[in-house]
């Protein structure tokens, strides 16, 4: 396994996990279930981390698909911007976590804990499913069609690619 296999796989947890991460700490803030909260924040924790670990393997991934017919460097510099928001975000929520466990260790109560980490998740998950979205385009053009025309290198709708 490359780095490029590698960064494919790790993608998807942080995608999968923040989505996964909200719903259970959604379940948690209504019914009021601490153990619950404990498990999306440890989720939170470890989709940072994973984050990271996916941010660095990205050059690699690059590399194996430079210059191959239909990837575009417009579109791989729109993914690697989008991932630098992606992993702020989820260091940012992992530290939230983080701390939401330090703090419910002290008794803070589930739902002092879970509603400013819902809105923080809420918006991670967003940015996480642009960039997994933008990702998907670099080797998929049938995505980049789906999603209309982008305004990266000019007025008209061109985005750039070489095809």
């Known amino acids: ?22 719903v259970v700490l959604l379940y948690a803030a209504v019914r ?13 924790v470890i989709v940072g981390a994973v984050a990271g670990t996916a941010y660095l393997t990205g050059e690699s991934a690059e590399e194996a698909v430079e210059g191959q017919p239909g990837v575009s460097e417009a579109v791989i510099e729109r993914h690697e911007n989008a991932a630098d928001v992606a992993l702020g975000s989820t260091i940012v929520l992992g530290v939230a ?10 008794g803070l109560g589930v739902r002092a804990i879970a509603v400013p980490l819902v809105a923080i998740a ?24 789906a999603g209309g025309t982008t305004q990266v290198d000019g007025l008209n709708g061109e985005d750039g690619d070489d095809d």
């Open 32 to 44: 009021n279930r601490t153990e619950s909260a404990r498990v999306a924040l440890l989720t939170f």
């Open 1 to 22: 396994m490359d780095g490029a296999h590698l960064h494919l796989i790790l993608t998807h947890v942080p995608v999968l996990g923040t989505i996964f991460g909200l």
């Open 122 to 145: 809420f918006g991670v998950s967003g940015v996480m499913a642009w960039t997994a979205n933008l990702g998907g385009q670099i080797n998929h053009p049938e995505i980049r069609a």
């Open 97 to 106: 976590a983080l701390g939401g466990l330090l703090l419910a260790r002290r």
